[in-house]
Nanobody, 130 residues
Framework: QLQLVESGGGLVQPGGSLRLSCAAS????????IGWFRQAPGKEREWVSC????????TYAGSVKGRFTISRDNSKKTVYLEMNSLKPEDTAIYYC???????????????????????WGQGTQVTVSS
């Protein structure tokens, strides 16, 4: 059973930092892109970032570029989202999602928010408030 589990959310003051984790299980290979999304109350889901299998390809939404860093540790089947200089507008439920690739198609992360993701986690709440 393919499963993604997010963790690391919480309450942080503006300007603070958090590191989210996305742990994958049930995947038989590392050939998948991982994306992070977020959804604030009353708003549509927003794509945040994507990382390819090797970790060398990363893409970011303009709203987080320069503040957030995505990385992955394939030995732990875990992807991280380091969030710095957090703002109140970053408050949302954060989800990770997986999009299978293959040895012939290393990553689709260059498509940014247009990547189709097949597997989703349950989300973790991030609240930025003083």
């Amino acid at each position: 059973q393919l499963q993604l589990v997010e963790s690391g959310g919480g309450l942080v003051q503006p300007g603070g930092s958090l590191r989210l984790s996305c742990a994958a299980s049930g995947f038989t290979s590392d050939y998948y892109d991982i994306g992070w999304f977020r959804q604030a109350p009353g708003k549509e889901r927003e794509w945040v970032s994507c990382i390819g299998r090797s970790g060398s390809t990363t893409t970011y939404a303009g709203s987080v570029k320069g503040r957030f860093t995505i990385s992955r540790d394939n030995s732990k089947k875990t992807v991280y989202l380091e969030m710095n200089s957090l703002k109140p507008e970053d408050t949302a439920i954060y989800y990770c999602a997986a999009s299978p690739t293959s040895p012939l198609l290393s990553t689709r992360c260059g498509l940014g928010g247009r990547v189709v993701y097949n597997y989703w986690g349950q989300g973790t709440q991030v609240t930025v408030s003083s």
